[in-house]
Structures are given as C-alpha cells and as structure tokens.
C-alpha cells in the first residue's frame, strides 16, 4: 500500500504541533518534528503554500500555519455508520480532528445525543441540518435497515436536490458498489476498505485528506 503523501504528512504534522488555536509553528520546530531534509521541506511548504493551505509568518527563522477558516464557515458533517463498526468509527473521528481545528467542519455522531433526548428525533434533524454527509459503509451499514433504508435513503434525497454532498468511507470490504452508492466516488483512495490498508491510520489520513479537500471547495463555494 503505498505511503501516505509527504504534503499530507506535513499538514497533520503543523496541525497537530498548531493546537487548537492554529497558532504559528516554527520552521525549525516542524522541520525537526518531521525529520525532514532542509530541501524537501522547502519543496512541500512551497507546495502547499501555492495551494493556499499554509500561511508563512515572521519571527526568527521563519514560522508557518494551516490556513484558517472563519467560524460562519464551518461545514456540518452528519456521520452515518452501524454501530458494529464503532470502535473504527471512534479511529476514523481521530483523523477529522485537525480538520475541525482548522474551523472547516463540525462532526456530529448519535453518541452527542444527550439522556432524555428523543433518539430518532434528533438524529433526523441534524441529518437534515448536514452540509455533508460520511458513510461508513460496511456489510452491517448494509445490512441495517435504519442505517441502509433510513439515513442513507434520506441523504441521498438531500444530494438529489442539491442541498447536501454525500461521501462513502468504506470501513470493511463488502458490496457496497452494487449499491446507491456506487455512483459515488469513496474513500480510501479507489474505495478500498481501511481494514485492507497497511495501517488504518494510511487509511484514514487518505481518507481525510480527501474530504478536507472536498469541504475546502464546499466552503469557498458559499
């Protein structure tokens, strides 16, 4: 399987070192954290400089940081998955973190519903609340006529309006191509299933890689 990509690579890192508030990271600091030669280092911020996801700051030495998003312009992510494939879940969210720092997206899982709140209720109403929605397909997603007949059927009338964008993140081999969503580009990187990767977390950076792309061009479509 191949190798997560350097830019990727680079990006987790300077979020992860960027904390919450996104602040500014030094060159030296990021350069030696990633263990990098001083040439390929310059490559990939030149890199992602151009594709406007770093900004370059000042001080001695030289300091970068991701991009950041104002808070209006967070996108509401709806996760749908069956809840045989939580603990994947749970891994999976880890990776939607630096995206949520980066105040480009809010995550919301049925484990944020509260006790006494009405299950069902709530859920319906922030799938229709979404901007976008992430699948976790596996042969349980399919095989759960609440997840299957329900959730995904109603995404799929949203994205049929255009007034939602729906993505498959295949956690577990399975038909999910012979599928309604089989008309839609998934992640990992060709569809295959996370658990066939070397490791989840390739997997899952791929993954996130992809739907931060996805979301960067959502918001500046707004």
């Known amino acids: 399987m191949a190798r997560t990509a350097d830019r990727d690579v680079f990006l987790n890192r300077l979020c992860n070192l960027g904390g919450k508030e996104n602040n500014f990271v030094s060159n030296a600091k990021l350069l030696g954290e990633l263990n990098w030669d001083e040439d390929k280092y310059k ?10 996801l770093i900004v370059i700051g000042t001080g001695q030495g030289g300091s970068v940081a991701l991009v950041s998003r104002g808070k209006a312009a967070k996108l ?3 996760i749908s998955y069956s809840h045989h494939d939580a603990d994947l879940k749970d891994q999976f969210l880890k990776h939607l973190r630096p995206l949520e720092r980066e105040q480009l997206v809010e ?5 944020q519903i509260k006790a006494g709140d009405a299950w069902d209720k709530e859920t319906q109403k922030q799938l229709a609340a979404a901007d976008l929605v992430l699948v976790l397909v ?21 994205e049929a309006n255009g007034s939602v964008r729906v ?12 599928s309604p969503l089989g008309q839609h580009k998934a992640v990992p990187k060709d569809g295959l299933a996370a658990t066939s990767w070397r490791t989840l ?5 791929d993954a996130a890689t992809e739907i931060r792309r996805v979301a960067v061009a959502m918001v500046e479509e707004r």
């Open 107 to 111: 995550s919301w899982v049925d484990q």
């Open 201 to 205: 977390d390739d997997a899952f950076t």
């Open 76 to 78: 509401k992510v709806f």
């Open 167 to 178: 993505i498959p993140v295949v956690m577990r081999s399975c038909l999910w191509a012979h």
């Open 43 to 52: 490559r990939i911020k030149a890199q992602l400089r151009q594709e406007s």
């Open 138 to 158: 596996s042969v349980d997603f399919i095989n759960s006529t609440y997840c299957y007949d329900n959730e995904l059927q109603k995404a799929l009338d949203r």
